[in-house]
């Protein structure tokens, strides 16, 4: 199901055959759309949801576009290459489905720690169902050069968006069903407004913990 819309959303564009990388996209593709061998641990009051056994990572980058962006995720470190070239712009990290869905009623938002390379303005994303191309509730936070920092990031405060595109008038974020976590490197923040952050070259962002908190 994730795989048709995924080519969905390659074929949309007319200049992706000229540099797209099928190796590459079949490679990500694959990863999300193989079968789930580890259910998520249960929360029972542990706030941190990463690291936390049943939580897999895998990059995914302005390929499934078209673009030549390219980054990999290895032990929490989140590193890569970003560019606009062939209309590309994006690197990201995403979760498989998280399975059983975490239940964050009782919580006011998620707080992360990262660590960056250099100076850069990026996304933290999750999703309250699984469809793939669904709406993404989106926040924007700036990292330091080479300086482990904790950014809080309030449900209240979540944008919902599509394609980087705020959406008017829709339902509330679910707390209680997150199915997917997600960081992203983007040229663009929301509605055609570029990131006034954003460099094209090698990155690196350390994630070290998420975790969710309460008022």
């Known amino acids: 199901f994730h795989l048709r819309q995924m080519l969905r959303v390659v074929l949309v564009g007319s200049v992706v055959a000229a540099a797209w990388n099928p190796v590459r996209f079949a490679q990500q593709a694959w990863f999300f759309n193989q079968p789930l061998t580890r259910a998520l641990e249960p929360l029972d009051g542990n706030v941190r949801l990463y690291p936390r056994r049943g939580v897999e990572w895998g990059p995914l980058d302005d390929v499934v576009m078209g673009g030549e962006s ?3 995720w290895e032990n929490g470190v989140w590193r890569g290459r970003v560019t606009t070239a062939n209309n590309g712009g994006f690197a990201g990290v995403r979760t498989r489905p998280l399975r059983p ?3 964050a009623s009782r919580y006011a938002g998620i707080r992360i720690r990262v660590t960056s390379d250099r100076e ?11 469809e793939w191309n669904g709406i993404a509730w989106t926040w924007i936070f700036d990292a330091p050069a080479g300086r482990r ?37 983007s040229k663009f923040e929301f509605d055609d407004a570029l990131n006034p952050r954003f460099q094209e070259g ?4 350390t994630l070290d913990s998420i975790e969710l908190y309460t008022a």
Do not use: G, W, Y
Request: hydrophobic fraction near 45%.
């Open 70 to 72: 390219s980054s990999t």
């Open 101 to 103: 869905a975490i239940d």
């Open 120 to 130: 850069s303005r990026f996304k933290f994303i999750t999703r309250d169902n699984e």
């Open 149 to 185: 920092v904790e950014i809080s990031l309030p449900f209240a405060e979540a944008v919902p968006t599509k394609f980087a595109r705020s959406l008017p008038d829709v339902p509330p974020l679910d707390t209680s069903h997150l199915v997917t976590l997600q960081l992203a490197l």
């Open 202 to 205: 090698d990155f690196q962002l």
